[in-house]
């Protein structure tokens, strides 16, 4: 059972930067999609960061391009959102996910930034950015 823990959330003030960790457990193959969610309150879902474990390739929000970068360390297994710039509009919950393996990040019908196509999440982790 693939199980994922957030942690590295906190206040911080406009400017600042913060690093998300994702401790991912449980795989048995090795690519597989993992990406970064966030959710504000009344806000839907939306996808932040995505990386491929098969080639690294890596996508983005354009909300957080140049701001935001998605990292893994395998001998860890675990995900990393560093996040440099922030701004009260990145006030949210953020949750690491992951697609079911060897599912890649996208598809013909179904982009990386989609909640769907990702079967295993965490827990989330707060993240308040004031101004």
């Known amino acids: 059972q693939v199980q994922l823990v957030e942690s590295g959330g906190d206040s911080v003030q406009a400017g600042g930067s913060l690093r998300l960790s994702c401790e991912a457990s449980?795989?048995?193959?090795?690519?597989?999609?993992m990406g970064w969610f966030r959710q504000a309150p009344g806000k839907e879902r939306e996808g932040v960061a995505a990386?491929?474990?098969?080639?690294?390739?890596?996508y983005f929000a354009d909300s957080v391009k140049g701001r935001f970068t998605i990292s893994r360390d395998n001998a860890k297994n675990t995900l990393y959102l560093q996040m440099n710039s922030l701004k009260p509009e990145d006030t949210a919950m953020y949750y690491c996910?992951?697609?079911?393996?060897?599912?890649?990040?996208?598809?013909?019908?179904?982009?990386?930034?989609?909640?769907?196509?990702?079967?295993?999440w965490g827990q989330g982790t707060q993240v308040t950015v004031s101004s």
């Open positions: 990386i491929y474990q098969g080639s690294g390739a890596t």
């Open positions: 449980g795989y048995t193959a090795i690519t597989y999609c």
């Open positions: 996910a992951s697609t079911r393996p060897p599912r890649p990040c996208n598809s013909a019908s179904v982009s990386w930034s989609t909640p769907r196509r990702f079967v295993y």
